[in-house]
Nanobody, 129 residues
Framework: QVQLVESGGGSVQAGGSLRLSCAAS????????MGWFRQPPGKEREGVAS???????TYADSVQGRFTISRDDDKNTLYLLLNSLKPEDTAMYYC???????????????????????WGQGTQVTVSS
């Protein structure tokens, strides 16, 4: 049974940093497309970043240059490094895993949430001004 377990969320001040982790079991993080999504309070869930099996990455415009998605194949863990955090980054963050390669162009992988079969339970990020 595939499990994705996120951790690393918390409360920080604007300008601060966090690193989110997503530990996978019964799923190899380097196999297919994986992504990070977030759901701000009262809003719909949106794509933040994705990484393909070949390591290619893409980001939402709102986080480009501030967030970095990566993975550690030995630890079978997906990461999201959040730098220069802003209050508008406040959201529940979810990692997701697909059973297919990321769509092309890669940015479509941030939109087609139905491509992702497995989802974690989420980790809360709160940024205060």
């Amino acid at each position: 049974q595939v499990q994705l377990v996120e951790s690393g969320g918390g409360s920080v001040q604007a300008g601060g940093s966090l690193r989110l982790s997503c530990a996978a079991s019964a799923y190899t993080v380097s196999s297919y497309c994986m992504g990070w999504f977030r759901q701000p309070p009262g809003k719909e869930r949106e794509g933040v970043a994705s990484i393909n099996s070949d390591g290619e990455t893409t980001y939402a415009d709102s986080v480009q240059g501030r967030f970095t998605i990566s993975r550690d194949d030995d630890k079978n863990t997906l990461y999201l490094l959040l730098n220069s955090l802003k209050p508008e980054d406040t959201a529940m963050y979810y990692c997701a895993a697909s059973l297919r390669y990321c769509r092309w162009p890669l940015r479509l992988s941030l939109v087609r949430q139905s491509d992702y079969k497995y989802w974690g339970q989420g980790t809360q990020v709160t940024v205060s001004s």
